[in-house]
Protein backbone atom coordinates (compact mmCIF):
# COMPACT_ATOMS: atom_id res chain seq x y z
CA UNK A 1 0.00 0.00 0.00
CA UNK A 2 0.66 3.66 0.16
CA UNK A 3 3.30 4.94 2.52
CA UNK A 4 5.25 7.83 3.40
CA UNK A 5 9.13 7.69 5.41
CA UNK A 6 10.20 10.82 6.39
CA UNK A 7 13.38 11.74 8.51
CA UNK A 8 13.04 11.15 11.90
CA UNK A 9 13.82 14.30 14.30
CA UNK A 10 14.08 16.13 16.27
CA UNK A 11 16.30 18.29 14.19
CA UNK A 12 17.69 21.70 15.87
CA UNK A 13 19.80 24.22 13.35
CA UNK A 14 21.15 27.44 14.05
CA UNK A 15 19.66 30.55 12.50
CA UNK A 16 20.68 30.91 8.75
CA UNK A 17 21.61 27.09 8.21
CA UNK A 18 20.78 25.47 5.69
CA UNK A 19 17.99 23.00 6.08
CA UNK A 20 17.30 19.18 4.62
CA UNK A 21 14.13 17.06 5.87
CA UNK A 22 13.99 13.72 3.81
CA UNK A 23 11.05 12.17 2.39
CA UNK A 24 10.62 8.71 0.43
CA UNK A 25 7.40 7.04 -0.44
CA UNK A 26 6.00 4.06 -1.75
CA UNK A 27 3.21 4.22 -4.04
CA UNK A 28 1.64 2.95 -7.66
CA UNK A 29 1.15 5.25 -10.70
CA UNK A 30 2.03 9.07 -9.71
CA UNK A 31 0.72 10.22 -6.40
CA UNK A 32 0.96 13.86 -5.79
CA UNK A 33 2.92 15.06 -3.06
CA UNK A 34 2.54 17.47 0.14
CA UNK A 35 4.48 19.14 2.57
CA UNK A 36 2.81 20.38 5.84
CA UNK A 37 3.92 22.62 8.68
CA UNK A 38 1.93 22.61 12.00
CA UNK A 39 2.72 25.42 14.53
CA UNK A 40 2.33 24.63 18.59
CA UNK A 41 -1.43 23.93 19.34
CA UNK A 42 -2.79 24.54 15.57
CA UNK A 43 -4.08 22.52 12.64
CA UNK A 44 -1.66 21.17 9.66
CA UNK A 45 -1.15 24.73 6.76
CA UNK A 46 -0.26 23.22 3.32
CA UNK A 47 3.41 24.41 2.78
CA UNK A 48 3.89 23.53 -0.73
CA UNK A 49 3.10 21.05 -3.33
CA UNK A 50 4.02 18.68 -6.50
CA UNK A 51 1.51 16.84 -8.77
CA UNK A 52 3.40 15.24 -11.14
CA UNK A 53 7.39 14.26 -11.65
CA UNK A 54 10.37 16.63 -11.91
CA UNK A 55 7.59 19.25 -10.86
CA UNK A 56 8.78 21.68 -8.04
CA UNK A 57 7.20 23.32 -5.07
CA UNK A 58 8.17 25.97 -3.67
CA UNK A 59 7.13 28.75 -0.83
CA UNK A 60 8.10 31.25 2.42
CA UNK A 61 11.62 30.16 0.86
CA UNK A 62 10.94 26.45 0.89
CA UNK A 63 11.71 24.01 -1.87
CA UNK A 64 10.95 20.60 -2.49
CA UNK A 65 11.36 18.48 -6.08
CA UNK A 66 9.18 15.26 -7.31
CA UNK A 67 11.66 12.88 -7.94
CA UNK A 68 10.44 9.92 -9.41
CA UNK A 69 13.39 7.82 -10.01
CA UNK A 70 14.38 8.25 -6.56
CA UNK A 71 10.69 8.07 -5.02
CA UNK A 72 11.71 11.01 -3.16
CA UNK A 73 10.62 14.65 -2.05
CA UNK A 74 13.05 15.95 0.33
CA UNK A 75 11.78 19.38 2.05
CA UNK A 76 15.00 21.89 1.71
CA UNK A 77 15.69 25.45 2.49
CA UNK A 78 18.64 27.35 2.24
CA UNK A 79 18.27 29.77 5.27
CA UNK A 80 16.06 29.16 8.13
CA UNK A 81 14.61 31.54 10.79
CA UNK A 82 13.14 31.48 14.32
CA UNK A 83 10.02 31.28 13.19
CA UNK A 84 10.70 28.40 10.55
CA UNK A 85 10.17 26.17 14.54
CA UNK A 86 7.60 24.00 13.81
CA UNK A 87 6.81 19.83 12.74
CA UNK A 88 6.82 19.45 8.94
CA UNK A 89 4.78 16.69 7.73
CA UNK A 90 5.73 14.61 3.73
CA UNK A 91 2.13 13.38 2.77
CA UNK A 92 1.16 11.75 -0.27
CA UNK A 93 -2.35 11.35 -2.42
CA UNK A 94 -2.13 8.28 -4.31
CA UNK A 95 -3.36 8.13 -8.66
CA UNK A 96 -7.43 7.98 -7.49
CA UNK A 97 -6.98 7.54 -3.75
CA UNK A 98 -9.57 8.99 -1.48
CA UNK A 99 -7.06 9.56 1.34
CA UNK A 100 -3.54 11.23 2.25
CA UNK A 101 -1.04 9.26 3.84
CA UNK A 102 1.34 11.34 6.13
CA UNK A 103 4.78 10.87 7.65
CA UNK A 104 5.32 10.44 11.04
CA UNK A 105 6.83 14.32 11.22
CA UNK A 106 10.10 15.94 11.88
CA UNK A 107 10.17 18.68 14.54
CA UNK A 108 12.66 21.35 13.63
CA UNK A 109 14.09 24.24 16.57
CA UNK A 110 16.12 27.05 15.13
CA UNK A 111 17.69 28.71 17.65
CA UNK A 112 19.14 32.04 17.44
CA UNK B 1 -13.44 34.02 4.97
CA UNK B 2 -13.46 30.06 3.53
CA UNK B 3 -12.42 27.79 5.83
CA UNK B 4 -12.52 24.81 8.10
CA UNK B 5 -13.95 25.30 11.79
CA UNK B 6 -13.31 23.25 14.69
CA UNK B 7 -15.00 23.52 18.15
CA UNK B 8 -14.47 23.14 21.12
CA UNK B 9 -10.43 23.90 20.90
CA UNK B 10 -10.15 21.89 24.19
CA UNK B 11 -12.73 19.07 25.66
CA UNK B 12 -12.44 17.63 28.59
CA UNK B 13 -14.29 13.67 28.96
CA UNK B 14 -14.93 11.79 31.99
CA UNK B 15 -14.60 8.28 31.71
CA UNK B 16 -17.42 6.64 30.37
CA UNK B 17 -19.03 9.77 28.28
CA UNK B 18 -19.59 10.12 25.31
CA UNK B 19 -18.48 13.30 23.53
CA UNK B 20 -19.01 14.68 20.19
CA UNK B 21 -16.52 16.59 18.04
CA UNK B 22 -17.34 19.76 16.09
CA UNK B 23 -16.19 20.30 12.26
CA UNK B 24 -18.11 22.44 9.80
CA UNK B 25 -16.30 23.99 5.98
CA UNK B 26 -17.78 26.53 4.07
CA UNK B 27 -15.38 25.18 1.16
CA UNK B 28 -17.83 23.55 -0.75
CA UNK B 29 -15.47 20.62 -0.40
CA UNK B 30 -17.03 17.23 -1.02
CA UNK B 31 -14.60 14.70 0.58
CA UNK B 32 -14.20 15.74 4.62
CA UNK B 33 -12.04 13.43 7.18
CA UNK B 34 -11.24 13.11 10.19
CA UNK B 35 -7.35 12.61 12.04
CA UNK B 36 -5.98 11.57 15.37
CA UNK B 37 -2.49 12.87 16.23
CA UNK B 38 -0.76 11.39 18.97
CA UNK B 39 2.82 12.62 19.86
CA UNK B 40 5.28 10.52 17.89
CA UNK B 41 2.84 8.75 15.44
CA UNK B 42 2.13 11.19 12.75
CA UNK B 43 -1.56 11.33 11.64
CA UNK B 44 -3.88 7.95 11.65
CA UNK B 45 -6.87 8.02 10.28
CA UNK B 46 -10.40 7.83 11.85
CA UNK B 47 -12.94 8.36 9.66
CA UNK B 48 -13.97 9.95 6.23
CA UNK B 49 -16.74 11.08 4.09
CA UNK B 50 -16.83 11.38 -0.04
CA UNK B 51 -19.89 12.54 -0.33
CA UNK B 52 -23.30 13.31 2.12
CA UNK B 53 -24.78 10.39 3.81
CA UNK B 54 -21.73 8.12 3.14
CA UNK B 55 -18.55 7.60 5.34
CA UNK B 56 -16.22 5.12 5.44
CA UNK B 57 -13.82 3.41 8.31
CA UNK B 58 -10.28 4.34 8.43
CA UNK B 59 -7.40 2.66 10.11
CA UNK B 60 -8.15 3.34 13.60
CA UNK B 61 -12.25 3.70 13.31
CA UNK B 62 -12.96 1.86 16.97
CA UNK B 63 -14.71 3.65 19.34
CA UNK B 64 -15.50 6.58 17.72
CA UNK B 65 -18.61 7.29 15.29
CA UNK B 66 -19.29 10.24 12.38
CA UNK B 67 -22.11 11.11 10.36
CA UNK B 68 -22.55 13.43 7.29
CA UNK B 69 -26.00 14.55 6.97
CA UNK B 70 -24.64 17.86 5.96
CA UNK B 71 -21.99 18.67 3.24
CA UNK B 72 -20.33 21.31 5.26
CA UNK B 73 -20.62 19.16 8.40
CA UNK B 74 -18.82 16.33 9.67
CA UNK B 75 -19.00 15.42 13.48
CA UNK B 76 -17.03 13.15 15.24
CA UNK B 77 -18.25 11.57 18.28
CA UNK B 78 -15.74 9.82 20.95
CA UNK B 79 -17.86 6.93 22.68
CA UNK B 80 -17.10 5.24 25.91
CA UNK B 81 -15.68 2.07 23.70
CA UNK B 82 -12.57 4.07 23.15
CA UNK B 83 -10.26 3.25 25.50
CA UNK B 84 -7.52 5.82 25.28
CA UNK B 85 -8.94 9.06 23.42
CA UNK B 86 -6.60 11.54 24.83
CA UNK B 87 -5.17 13.28 22.13
CA UNK B 88 -5.36 15.76 19.53
CA UNK B 89 -8.44 15.43 16.59
CA UNK B 90 -8.26 17.14 13.21
CA UNK B 91 -10.56 17.72 11.17
CA UNK B 92 -10.00 18.03 7.08
CA UNK B 93 -11.49 18.26 3.77
CA UNK B 94 -10.76 18.27 0.48
CA UNK B 95 -12.53 19.21 -3.17
CA UNK B 96 -12.98 15.62 -3.90
CA UNK B 97 -11.75 12.55 -3.34
CA UNK B 98 -9.66 10.40 -5.83
CA UNK B 99 -8.08 13.63 -7.25
CA UNK B 100 -5.22 15.18 -6.88
CA UNK B 101 -6.11 17.57 -4.61
CA UNK B 102 -4.75 18.65 -1.15
CA UNK B 103 -6.67 18.71 2.52
CA UNK B 104 -7.56 21.64 4.25
CA UNK B 105 -7.24 21.56 8.17
CA UNK B 106 -9.08 22.42 10.96
CA UNK B 107 -7.13 24.06 14.29
CA UNK B 108 -7.43 20.81 16.49
CA UNK B 109 -9.36 19.62 19.16
CA UNK B 110 -7.32 18.83 21.83
CA UNK B 111 -9.48 15.85 24.17
CA UNK B 112 -8.47 15.04 27.64
CA UNK B 113 -9.96 12.18 29.40
CA UNK B 114 -10.22 13.27 33.35
Known amino acids: GDSVTQMEGPVTLSEEAFLTINCTYT??????LFWYVQYPGEGLQLLLKATKADDKGSNKGFEATYRKETTSFHLEKGSVQVSDSAVYFCALRGTGANNLFFGTGTRLTVIP | DGGITQSPKYLFRKEGQNVTLSCEQNLNHDAMYWYRQDPGQGLRLIYY???????QKGDIAEGYSVSREKKESFPLTVTSAQKNPTAFYLCASSIGAGGKGEAFFGQGTRLTVV
Open chain 1, 27 to 32: ATGYPS
Open chain 2, 49 to 55: SQIVNDF
